[in-house]
């Protein structure tokens, strides 16, 4: 066993050699996403990002002692009010989205730090994620105040993301870190560099999928007894933040966790049940669940007001058809990037290059998995669409169009994430070319982050039709200037690309390759450990669940 109480190279073969501690892989990992979403929150202006505005005064709000307001018609008929600094927010924060303007239309907020009575639609919910992210604002309720909160928004992120990396990377599954950076999308660290609970709720989903599937898909003697411990402390974080931060969280955890039973190995979860530490971190996610619902329904969040104007009547049929085609494309948009209120769309070519890394680990995944692994996997999406569906088919009387993709993907992410955990697409395309791709996944990565970030810019600073970049200059700039936010995410990218480079298995040297291959032909000569390891391991991922 290693030091850190891993699986020994004997139980386990090292596909991904972890020259770091696993302290050094979180912390490379955490300063790799903290930087990316970072470089957002110093380059957005207020109410950069949907709705920022609505959460920034719901913010204040919670971290000033107003934890709870009456239910009132305070924003598009529903929301609460809140006592909030006439210096918090410029006098027309929403000129940008509405007409479609440079952020140059802002008006600055009067230098007044007296309170008066704003209303918010985010006024009824739950505000364990406000409290830390309104603390700065509380300080210095300004624009200043503003990017602190989000750059606490993006350490929190950060930190679930990079202990999902960390799994990836103690469990030695390259193809399991390929599919966490990934799933990490423009879009989802975008939201991490906003005052917006969706990045923190799309991170639990993440880490959440990855200790599970850790937890359930480990054979006998892969994981010692520290590390399980340490496996299900990291799905109770997840899963509590996940169950009690929005209002969908219980249903997308109970989905996400019946998923994981019905991938698990046989026996697995009845071994799981029989510990003492699975039953402590089961009574705090239950807390946190209950607390999660008991919000929902003493907050009146589920009282939706009539959307205005009216929506036109449609039948069940042409709401269908209408969703098949214009929806459908911009719930796909949606996961890599619609970025401001969704009037901004990555490229084309980026929307490409990231589904295409995305596919090549479902896709060749699907093919060589078993008959159960294919049916969880498609699942998982058939049930991501049907809920997004019929959400919109629902409330679309009183809300209108207004579903997103990112209200689901918190459990829609497992059909990447449950694909890259499985070790199939290693065995078949070998461990130099998975260390290749997983290099390739890191690469692409920070590059079409660094290039989201620069269109958005752009679209800030000059106008959304600019076809040319102009991230470096334009009528309105940020406040610690543009190149800071570029080279702060361009610096997080090459720590991803930094990320795998460090935790991938060196190239065996001559002599030792000799040597293994002497004691594996030899006759009487006996075989090191690993090499046996090996050999069991690649046996056992051939056989059946």
Known sequence: MSKDGSESAVSWP???????????????????????SAGWALALPANGTNDEDEHIIRAYGAASGQLYSAPAAAARGGGAWYDVPRSLLPVNADCTYRWELPASCLQRPPDDPSRTEVGTAAGRYNPLYYVPVGLPMVISPNMGGIILGRLISAGLVAGLLAASATIAVRRRSPLLLAAVLVAATPNLLNLAGSINP?????????????????????????????????????????????????????????????????????????????????????????IAGLFGVAWTLFSGILNNPPAEPTPRHLSFGEKLSYIVGDRLTQWVAQVIGRFSYGEVQAPNGMLVAWYALALLI?????????????????????????????????????????????????????????AGSLRRWEHRFGEQATKRFVLLCGSVAALMHLWALAVVMTRFQVDQREKALGALHGTWLPNVGPQLPLLTTAL??????????????????????????????VPGRRQPQTVLAARTSAKADQSED
């Open 492 to 521: 997080g990218g090459l720590l991803l690309i930094a990320l795998v480079v460090l935790t991938r298995a060196p190239k065996p040297g001559a002599a030792a390759a000799f040597t293994v291959g002497l004691d594996a032909l």
């Open 14 to 36: 090292p596909k991904l050699v972890r020259p770091l501690r696993s302290r050094a892989v979180f912390l490379l990992a955490f300063a790799a996403f903290f930087l990316v």
């Open 198 to 286: 969706s990045g923190l709720e799309l991170a639990a989903g993440v880490l959440t999928w990855t200790a599970l599937l850790t937890l359930v898909r480990a054979r006998e003697g892969e994981l010692s007894d520290r590390w399980t411990s340490q496996l299900l402390l990291a799905a109770g974080i997840g899963a509590a933040t996940l169950v009690s931060i929005r209002t969908l969280g219980p249903l997308l955890l109970g989905l996400t966790v019946l998923a994981c039973m019905a991938a698990a190995r046989p026996g697995r979860t009845r071994e799981l049940r029989q510990r003492r530490d699975f039953r402590l971190v089961g009574i705090g996610v239950s």
């Open 362 to 418: 479902i896709v060749p995944t699907l093919l060589f998995a078993t008959w159960r692994q294919v049916c969880v996997m498609l699942g998982v999406a058939a049930v991501s669409v049907a809920l997004l569906v019929g959400f919109e088919v629902l409330y679309y009387q009183q809300i209108g169009w207004a579903q997103q993709s990112r209200y689901i993907l918190p459990f829609g992410v497992g059909v990447l994430l449950f």
